[in-house]
């Protein structure tokens, strides 16, 4: 029976009034002399003593009848009942204290300490038994325990040795024993124990870390379902086994269990001392569970948790060692990193960006870098790199439930991992830019263009009727249904081109005319290799930046200090010319490339105009993106017309220009800089027209303004 403890009204932490959790509702318990409800309460807390006092009375109250004392929970006790009178108008207060601890390890684990004349000390392992193991265990509100071994301490009080407990015995110092103080320990082993609340245990697993949940009744096992198991009932129950924190999984990852299955929508807050304190209601025929969804866990000796995102699933990775939270350095943070990272918290995969828009605290690193292939259990399980001064604090990453790929099927569509299953997508009406854009921003770009061909193989659907505003960043967020797996009534038969990457010069946004190029990639500024530079590269470089023209220098040393010099990304670039961002262009696989400062891509870059266009098909259209305080923001569609559209053109060197409305070539997540904007077409440039002040507009990013530019009116297709 599942009974949840607090104090309340208490003036210290360890006292006050108890209150209790019982079939949902929370109240007092009636006051009884019964000492050994005191002992039952303070194991309950975490505590070996317990003592109580009355106390005024809160409604509705819980009677009881008597407890022995070696009941691990109230639930253990017989005859809870609800109700609105006690006999002696009173209620139960406590006051909390310890005179046995573990220290050394976790809460459930490590080297046992008494208290005897107010002073903390140790006893000698020699003749400890799992019998005294036991007791103690019991002692502190645990099912059971067994004796740890090696657990040397060469300094402190030893205060008790040769001590001797029984099956009868519930209390450790009970337990005979020779004189306080008075010990010939032949080592410096000193006693240590592993404790457990339950009979839990964790099958079929990798590793006795990870597995399906399996728990022991009346000399059962049998398991739990899926129905609501999340990270905080992993956490507890693995802090249950020893661990720090766990994460959860449903029933595809361990496969199935036999016999009776015990529990039903667990629910725990996730610092309850116990798994039993979470609330655990037994399992109906009614409800719809088989073994096919048996609970499992991964449990972890370290914790993580991700702070700061707009987000549950993404933000600023914090990691915690066992003495507080700390920071992870991020040189050489990638996507690999996150992939494992996410994996942790229970993600199918991760991406690696930073927030360089938001001022948020950085706690001291305490991980530094490390270089995970993607395949690690725990990013604590991946090699660091040597010993080095961290240069960049705070890894951030974006964890999403659905992972694509196109590396399984061999005409290279796209495919989804989701909740254990591997399969297609099938679109809702059709394949849109919109629903590509996500599929790129989750790749590590921020927009994309959707293509597609007939079927010709039929492949299982691991998403259907998927819908995407355009705006989400993973398709998590998107609308779909995971329960067809029939073939697709509309092509499945689809992929993506991905574009947008961030570029500047000598480590410079804005009107630098000459030096190496760097790119933004994954939220990683690094420098691109000259192997296949030329000027048609320089040429897409610098009108992403917003000059008209650009050409390349074949040697150029930097005079400017280069950030992040250490991390290459691209080589072998091969660019005609027409693209719109280098992303488009063909190159090496990201980060597979190194060269030395002297043989890194150099441009220059001449006829500033401080705009540009994004994500068009050719150099030619694109949203228009305009440079203001040194940040790149959009142009609201609200009255945007031809007219304004000609201004643009002319700004980038071509005569003619046709406006785009309603974002036709995607949205960005920044700056909206301008609205109203009303040209009649003769301006040198878009800020000699008339618009709302810079910053100022009632728009969302789904109205970002966009151009098709031409040097002949006929050739300017809406």
């Known amino acids: 029976m599942a009974v949840k403890v607090r104090l309340t009204s208490g003036s210290q932490p360890h006292k006050g009034t108890v209150e209790v959790l019982f079939n949902g509702q929370w109240g007092g318990i009636c006051y009884t002399n019964d000492a050994n409800i005191g002992t039952v309460l303070a194991r309950m807390m975490g505590y070996t003593k317990g003592t109580i006092y009355p106390v005024n009375p809160t409604l509705p109250l819980l009677k009881h009848s008597k407890c022995n004392g070696n009941e691990p929970s109230l639930g253990g006790c017989p005859s809870l009942v609800w109700s609105t009178t006690c006999a002696p108008n009173k209620i139960i207060g406590i006051t909390l204290s310890k005179d046995i601890r573990l220290v050394s390890h976790t809460r459930s684990r490590g080297r046992v300490e008494i208290l005897h004349n107010k002073i903390w000390g140790g006893i000698c392992a020699d003749q400890w038994t799992d019998q005294n193991a036991q007791v103690t265990c019991s002692s502190l509100g645990f099912l059971k325990g067994k004796v740890l071994r090696g657990e040397h301490h060469r300094s402190g009080k030893v205060h008790l040795s040769n001590i001797k407990c029984t099956t009868n015995d519930a209390y450790l110092l009970n337990c005979s024993h020779d004189a306080w103080g008075f010990h010939g320990c032949p080592s410096t082993e000193r006693a240590a124990v592993e404790c457990y609340r339950h009979d839990l245990r964790l099958k079929d697993g990798s590793n006795s870390k990870e597995g399906r949940v399996e728990i022991m009744k009346n000399g059962v096992w049998g398991t739990v379902c899926d129905s609501d198991w999340d990270n905080e009932d992993a956490s507890v129950l693995c802090r249950d086994l020893g661990y720090a924190q766990g994460t959860a999984y449903n029933g595809w990852k361990f496969g199935p269990g036999q016999g009776p299955i015990f529990h039903q929508n667990v629910d725990c807050i996730g610092d309850e001392f116990s798994f039993e304190q979470c609330f655990l209601p037994e399992w109906s025929d009614n409800m719809r569970c088989d073994h096919g969804r048996d609970a499992g866990v991964a449990c972890f000796n370290e914790k993580v948790r991700l702070n700061y995102g707009e987000l549950e699933n993404e933000g600023q990775v914090e990691v915690s060692l066992g003495s507080g939270w700390g920071s ?13 990272l996410c994996r942790m918290l229970g993600y199918e995969t991760g991406l690696s960006y930073q927030d360089n828009h938001r001022q948020v605290p950085t706690l001291p690193v305490i991980l530094n870098a490390v270089n995970c292939s993607g395949d690690e259990r725990s990013i604590f399980d991946c090699p660091a790199f040597p010993s080095r001064q961290c ?66 193989t039929t492949y299982p659907v691991g998403l259907a009727d998927l819908s995407c505003t355009g705006k989400e960043m993973s398709l998590d967020e998107c609308s779909y249904t995971d329960e067809s797996r029939s073939r697709c009534k509309i092509s499945s038969n689809i992929n993506v081109h991905c574009s947008n990457i961030e570029v500047r010069i000598d480590g410079n946004s804005k009107n630098a005319t000459v030096g190496l190029v760097q790119v933004l990639y994954n939220g990683i500024w690094g420098t691109v290799c000259k192997k296949g530079w030329n000027d048609e590269g320089a040429q897409v470089v610098c009108r992403s930046m917003g000059y008209k023209t650009g050409q390349m220098v074949s040697k150029y040393v930097s005079h400017v200090p280069v950030r992040n010099t250490h991390q290459f990304w691209l080589d072998n670039i091969d660019c005609t010319g027409n693209e719109t961002d280098l992303a488009e262009c063909k190159h090496s696989n990201w980060g597979d490339a190194y060269c030395d400062q002297e043989n890194c891509a150099a441009a220059w870059c001449s006829d500033y105009v401080g705009i540009r266009l994004k994500d068009g098909r050719s150099k030619q259209e694109g949203r228009v993106e305009i440079l203001h305080n040194r940040i790149w923001g ?45 040209c009649d077409g003769r301006e040198f440039s878009l800020e000699s027209c008339s618009h709302l002040e810079w910053g100022w507009h009632n728009c969302n990013h789904d109205e970002d303004a966009g151009v098709i530019c031409s040097n002949t009116p006929d050739a300017i297709i809406g």
């Open 634 to 678: 959009s142009v609201c569609d609200d009255s945007w017309d031809d007219n304004d559209a000609t201004v643009v053109c002319r700004m980038l060197g071509y005569s003619y220009g046709k406006a785009t409305v309603e974002s036709k070539h995607g949205f960005t997540r920044g700056q909206i800089w301008l609205d109203d904007v009303g």
């Open 391 to 456: 240069i960049h604090t705070g890894a951030w990453v974006r964890c999403s439930r659905v992972k694509v790929t196109d590396e399984y099927l061999p005409d290279r569509r796209i495919t989804v991992h989701h909740d254990g299953m591997i399969g297609t997508i099938c679109p809702n009406v059709t394949w849109s830019d919109k629903d590509a854009s996500v599929v790129c921003r989750m790749r590590g770009f921020m927009h994309g263009f959707a293509l597609s061909k007939p079927d010709t």
């Open 328 to 340: 992870v350095c991020s040189d050489y943070w990638d996507n690999e990193n996150a992939h494992v």
